[in-house]
């Protein structure tokens, strides 16, 4: 395509800009000036305007007594059709979904919040695919939820394990766990190699009368930036096959980009559509979503989750994706326990014994997940999924949980970063992600509010941007600031010691980019020429719940937050590029346009250990 040719010239033409200047020059503001220019170039050239995408279901099973309406025509007593018309972003979608259930697009998340299961406005798709009856009663029922069929794989996923390896995940509904092993059809997409039929593993989740078969196959051996397709099944003999999908693997050397974000759910204005056009573009490889996934995963009995991952399937089974858990997760049920992955049955030959005490479908799909993904196949395994690490081209990528940042986490962080440090020649790029920012504006603006209201659940009922503080008001109660200095006290020398690059979060639902941190709520310098300290981001709102269409980036160094460089509202995402050794652009992509809003690069000469001195530690 005219985008991808447009892409790959920029690509030449950086490299050879970057190759033939001298090594002094990578510092100099004419070479910075000439790759952002570049950058913002090409980021014009991509822009891309797609936000929640139509989705049918026609297999399906319909709740209403008489089936389901066609979409085109489906006006009751209860629904115009001009209201139904409304729900659908694609008339042709409407079309082509005829009778089947669906989950219409500009409808998604309009009168959600995350408090409460909440079915009674059945067209924000809450629960799942839906319809509008055919032919009702007088008293109804004018639209019902859609039943999943039996034994038909769905929420198709790929997670990052290693480079040379991708997990698939997928759910099926049947009522007893299969026999046999899961299994997939896997081959090069272009035909050339031998296919195989890997075997994987699956597990039985069940709650009140629902029961989720999770299954997982992994695919091992995968060459550099190479097309395979896939199809799977679970190791039911009548299991139907999935369609057949096609991915990109992920590799070792080269531009290596990746999307980050915080906080989303199937709402409209998020940036699925967006990440997927990415995708099959060429413009990122891998996905980062650091924590808060679905508002929320165990809610109408397991199916707001299920639907979430419904909504997300056409992305995360054609790219690869590092999921990081937040407070959602972690409240959602039993603590940060929902989200351990530590003691199962046999997986895969040599790996340890896991279990998984998750309390929602989706929280035993994700951890399960990343558990056999990067908790294994990691630079530093973790065995478990509540923090892991992975390596993408020149990135390498860490997820930290921080609503129990333990002994054995730290340790394991230091050991992660001790290797990661030693591989800078082949990996230069540290990345750290969790769900909490440490440093933002926000926290400094309410350093005496309650932290265990900050870190809860409730300030997000209603939160479509920022985030909602409430007063530390009875006696011994933490503040945020404390909060805040208790992770920087733990975190900030860790970063010093390995030179960290980059710290990325989500949790407040905004953006704020900071100048380079030297500890303390100091920054080090107002630029990125040859950061003395980690640049720290937050990049919170991927699209929650009623997040509306409307984006916006200012200013925000004050007196008060110098360190602060921009802050930004409404939903979006972040493309992160490293060029190579020396230069990483990080783009701000906001969901309703596809416009890149804010761009910068870092550029880095010397990788490692930062100049203690330069910092101040708690």
Not at 85 to 113: F, I, K, N, R, T
Not at 261 to 286: E, L, P, T, V, W
Not at 534 to 548: D, R
């Amino acid at each position: 395509t005219f985008e991808k040719q447009y892409q790959y010239l920029w690509e030449f033409s950086v490299t050879l800009v970057l190759a033939i200047c001298p090594s002094p020059c990578f510092v100099t503001s004419s070479v910075t000036k000439m790759v952002r220019t570049m950058a913002m170039l090409v980021a014009v050239a991509a822009v891309v305007t797609a936000d929640v995408y139509d989705m049918s279901f026609p297999k399906y099973i319909s709740g209403c007594p008489n089936g389901c309406a066609e979409w085109t025509a489906a006006a009751n007593s209860n629904y115009t059709q001009a209201a139904i018309d409304a729900l659908w972003v694609e008339s042709s979608a409407q079309s082509a979904a005829a009778s089947s259930c669906a989950m219409p697009a500009a409808s998604a998340g309009d009168h959600e919040c995350d408090c409460a299961d909440k079915d009674e406005i059945i067209t924000d798709s809450f629960a799942g695919p839906w319809c509008v009856c055919k032919e009702p009663s007088a008293v109804g029922p004018f639209a019902a939820y859609c039943t999943p069929p039996q034994k038909t794989p769905e929420q198709i996923n790929l997670q990052v394990a290693s480079p040379e390896v991708a997990v698939v995940g997928f759910v099926t509904y049947e009522d007893e766990l299969p026999s046999e092993p899961p299994m997939a059809k896997f081959a090069k997409a272009d035909g050339t190699g031998t296919p195989t039929t890997p075997q994987g593993v699956s597990h039985k989740y069940t709650v009140g009368n629902r029961t989720w078969i999770l299954s997982f196959v992994k695919f091992p051996a995968l060459e550099p930036r190479t097309d395979y397709s896939y199809s799977v099944k679970s190791g039911s003999t009548d299991c139907a096959w999935s369609d057949t999908f096609t991915f990109r693997s992920g590799y070792t050397t080269g531009i290596t980009r990746i999307a980050t974000y915080g906080d989303m759910g199937h709402s409209h204005y998020n940036n699925m559509g967006n990440m997927k056009a990415d995708c099959q573009a060429g413009r990122i490889d891998a996905i980062v979503h650091m924590g808060d996934h679905a508002y929320n995963v165990g809610m109408a009995n397991g199916a707001r989750g299920d639907a979430y991952m419904n909504a997300f399937q056409p992305v995360l089974s054609e790219c690869l994706w590092m999921p990081v858990i937040g407070n959602h997760e972690s409240s959602d049920g039993d603590h940060f326990n929902r989200y351990l992955n530590i003691t199962w049955g046999e997986i895969y030959g040599n790996e340890p014994v896991v279990h998984s005490t998750a309390t929602s479908a989706l929280g035993h799909l994700l951890t399960k997940g990343t558990m056999y993904a990067a908790g294994i196949h990691g630079p530093t395994p973790t065995m478990n999924s509540r923090y892991v690490s992975s390596d993408m081209g020149l990135i390498h990528m860490v997820g930290l949980d921080l609503n129990n940042l333990d002994p054995d986490q730290v340790a394991w962080l230091e050991q992660d970063l001790a290797n990661a440090e030693a591989n800078r020649d082949a990996v230069p790029w540290i990345m750290v992600t969790s769900h909490f920012p440490i440093h933002h504006t926000g926290l400094t603006a309410n350093a005496n509010a309650s932290a265990e209201y900050y870190m809860s659940l409730e300030p997000e009922e209603f939160a479509k941007t920022g985030h909602d503080f409430k007063p530390c008001d009875v006696p011994g109660c933490k503040t945020v600031m404390e909060q805040a200095q208790d992770w920087q006290a733990i975190l900030h020398p860790i970063f010093v010691k390995y030179g960290v690059d980059i710290y990325n979060a989500g949790h407040v639902h905004s953006y704020e980019s900071m100048y380079p941190m030297c500890g303390d709520g100091k920054a080090c310098q107002t630029d990125f020429n040859s950061p003395k300290g980690p640049v720290h981001i937050t990049e919170g709102n991927g699209g929650v719940p009623g997040v509306p269409g409307k984006n916006s980036v200012t200013s925000c160094s004050t007196a008060t937050n110098p360190w602060c460089r921009k802050s930004g509202t409404g939903g979006a995402y972040a493309r992160i590029t490293a060029w190579n050794y020396t230069h990483l652009t990080y783009d701000h992509v906001e969901n309703p346009t596809g416009n890149v809003s804010d761009s910068w690069t870092i550029v880095q000469p010397h990788h490692g250990a930062f100049n203690e001195s330069d910092h101040t530690f708690l």
